[in-house]
């Protein structure tokens, strides 16, 4: 049956993408509900994914530190032992925080939150599966899908989440593994490897392109690969898996050079899954519907973020464009202040990307390999962490900032940052380049010292001129 309530917006999906376009919805006096099937808000990113991570990756860093780096600094701490159950209940008890916020903030600001499974029976109909048991079907004048992704399976590896594991298992994993091993050295592989291996576990990543994460800039990606490996990951690129099996126990995978060469077998406990995520769409009905799709299963928007069906919009994970939270949320301000007459817009160009190892890789805009491809004049500045007084200071001086300039104007084009605080710094990059900023206006800017972000200031000057203190 029908509520006969007739909504402004229904989001399908309560991730970063849709809990927010809920919450910008009920802020513009929007009649809005969210339908979200997880029982609890804050999708991938909340529960399996950003959130979790970053808990396990701090509290893996500090065992880490205390037990490899505090003797060198004068601190003297005997017998460290990690309580992984209670990095796991930590872990638990910051999800479980934050989801409840976004129901708190849902409630103030007047979203209502169906906990179910939500299908598209047309344009303005939508029929609920609730938790329940029971089903409901509400009308709207407009919908997002915000519906996200999934894992991408390997071939021949299905996911048990015991053996064969995803983000999702390794996230959860019963008991630190003497040995894992890791099938590509993307974001979420070289971030899940980096927990286990500071925990002591023996961890081989396997990437099948000739640097780990391809899309970085060459430079940052090769000092960070040496980095990696100084720490104790055991890193194969050129590699690609041919085949694994689950044992039931453990689990091993026989890998071969990609230009040709001998196999080798490797077995571990685990074997975390990480070439990439798909969009997710099951029982949605939405391809029924004639909503169009692209080559790679995903929806196709236009810059409205509207979908062929005009009053259905898709945000996030489910349409082209980085596979990350803030890109999400951005899509789910925008789609939504368009509907409300506004003129909601994304700037794909200045959107940052963060890899949470140590230390950190941040890179904003163009990388050198790209604007050599594109045929676009550049300059560069680069400045090594070394030579950043409150890097030493921190004894923490791994990686370098290099920015890329458009030859002509100095307008930053694309910066790349790997040191312990790349995440925060590469806001203040971003900032430049949203401004169209010039190095220049950087590099003519005070910043506070002793700080890391001395050496953005510098890698600009080193961009137009000379940095000063190397
Ligand atoms: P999702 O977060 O996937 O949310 C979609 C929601 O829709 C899900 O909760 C799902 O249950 C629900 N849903 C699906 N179908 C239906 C339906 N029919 N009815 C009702 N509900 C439905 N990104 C970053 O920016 N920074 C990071 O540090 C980062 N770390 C990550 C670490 C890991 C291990 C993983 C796996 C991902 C990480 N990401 C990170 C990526 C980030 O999580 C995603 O880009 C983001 O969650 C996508 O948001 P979304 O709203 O599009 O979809």
Redesign the pocket.
């Known amino acids: 049956f029908s509520t006969g309530t007739q909504y402004d917006i229904v989001i399908?999906?309560?991730?970063?993408?849709?809990y927010v376009a809920a919450i910008k919805a009920g802020q513009l006096g929007l009649k809005t509900a969210c339908?979200?099937?997880?029982g609890s808000l804050g999708?991938?990113?909340l529960n399996?994914?950003?959130i979790p991570?970053?808990a396990l990756l701090n509290i893996s860093q500090k065992y880490y530190d205390a037990s490899k780096h505090y003797k060198d600094l004068g601190i003297d701490v005997e017998g460290v032992k990690i309580n992984w159950a209670q990095a796991q209940n930590k872990k638990a008890e910051t999800v479980t925080g934050l989801t409840r916020g976004i129901e708190s903030l849902f409630k103030k600001n007047k979203v209502e939150y169906f906990v179910g499974?939500?299908?598209l029976n047309d344009k303005n109909t939508i029929s609920i599966d609730l938790k329940n048991g029971t089903n409901q079907v509400i009308n709207s004048k407009n919908i997002i899908i915000?519906?996200?992704?999934e894992p991408t399976p390997f071939p021949g590896l299905q996911f048990d989440e015991k053996v064969i594991i995803s983000?999702t298992g390794a996230?959860s994993l019963p008991q630190i593994p003497k040995k894992l091993i890791v099938i590509g050295a993307g974001v979420?592989g070289l971030?899940m490897g980096s927990v286990y291996q500071r925990l002591g576990t023996q961890v081989t990543v396997i990437e099948y392109a000739d640097q780990i994460c391809p899309f970085l800039d060459t430079d940052v990606a090769k000092a960070f690969q040496q980095s990696l490996k100084k720490q104790g990951l055991e890193i194969l690129t050129g590699h690609k898996v041919v085949s694994g099996q689950n044992l039931g126990t453990h689990g091993s995978v026989v890998v071969e050079p990609v230009k040709g060469g001998e196999a080798k077998t490797f077995e571990a406990d685990h074997i975390l899954v990480a070439t990439g995520?798909r969009p997710?769409f099951d029982?949605?009905n939405a391809k029924e519907i004639g909503i169009e799709f692209d080559n790679k299963n995903r929806i196709v928007t236009n810059s409205h973020l509207q979908t062929s069906i005009p009053n259905i919009y898709a945000?996030?994970?489910?349409i082209a464009g980085p596979?990350?939270?803030?890109k999400?949320e951005e899509e789910g301000i925008a789609a939504v202040e368009y509907i409300a007459g506004k003129g909601g817009h994304v700037n794909y160009d200045a959107i940052p990307n963060?890899i949470?190892t140590h230390p950190e890789v941040a890179w904003v805009g163009k990388t050198e390999q790209e604007l050599k491809a594109a045929n676009i004049k550049y300059n560069k500045g680069s400045f090594p962490m070394l030579a950043n007084s409150r890097a030493k200071a921190n004894n923490d001086y791994d990686g370098l900032i290099k920015v890329l300039t458009e030859k002509d104007t100095d307008k930053i084009l694309g910066v790349h940052i790997m040191n312990a605080q790349a995440g925060e710094l590469i806001g203040e990059a971003t900032l430049a380049v949203e401004y169209g900023a010039a190095a220049e206006d950087l590099g003519r800017t005070c910043h506070a010292h002793p700080t890391i972000s001395e050496a953005l200031k510098e890698a600009c000057m080193a961009a137009y001129d000379k940095p000063i203190h190397f």
């Open positions: 399908i999906g309560g991730g970063p993408g849709g339908i979200e099937k997880r999708g991938t990113c399996v994914g950003c991570s970053k499974t939500g299908k915000a519906t996200g992704s983000s996230l979420i971030e995520r997710y029982g949605l945000i996030g994970d489910v596979m990350l939270a803030h999400g963060v949470y």
